[in-house]
């Protein structure tokens, strides 16, 4: 069984930083990609940013130049560095997983895995 948990969300001023963190656990032998998604009320689902094996990241315009994803392959962790927080950066931020090879390393690459999200909130 694949578990992701965020931490890293809280309210932060304008123009202001946060780092999420999200940690993958279970029998996991290899992740193809992890990132990170986010949902505005009313709104869908967005992705934010993500990053294949070997890194390669994938980031929305609206945080190009802002944001800065980063994996730890090793330890099986995806990082999100969200610099210069506008208020419409606000949503609950959720982590994402796929292709995840677990259980037994010839299983089949399944997903995609989602955290329970961590809530973010740009105000003054």
């Known amino acids: 069984q694949v578990q992701l948990v965020e931490s890293g969300g809280g309210l932060v001023q304008p123009g202001g930083s946060l780092r999420l963190s999200c940690a993958a656990s279970?029998?996991?032998?290899?992740?193809?990609?992890m990132g990170w998604y986010r949902q505005k009320s009313g709104e869908q689902r967005e992705l934010v940013a993500n990053?294949?094996?070997?890194?390669?990241?994938n980031y929305a315009d609206s945080v190009k130049g802002r944001f800065i994803i980063s994996r730890d392959n090793i330890k099986k962790t995806v990082f999100l560095q969200m610099n210069t927080l506008k208020p419409e950066d606000t949503a609950v931020y959720y982590c994402?997983?796929?292709?995840?090879?677990?259980?037994?390393?010839?299983?089949?690459?399944?997903?995609?895995?989602w955290g329970q999200g961590t809530q973010v909130t740009v105000s003054s």
């Open positions: 994402n997983a796929d292709r995840v090879r677990a259980g037994a390393w010839y299983n089949a690459p399944s997903g995609p895995y």
């Open positions: 279970g029998t996991i032998f290899s992740i193809g990609v």
């Open positions: 990053m294949t094996s070997p890194e390669r990241p």
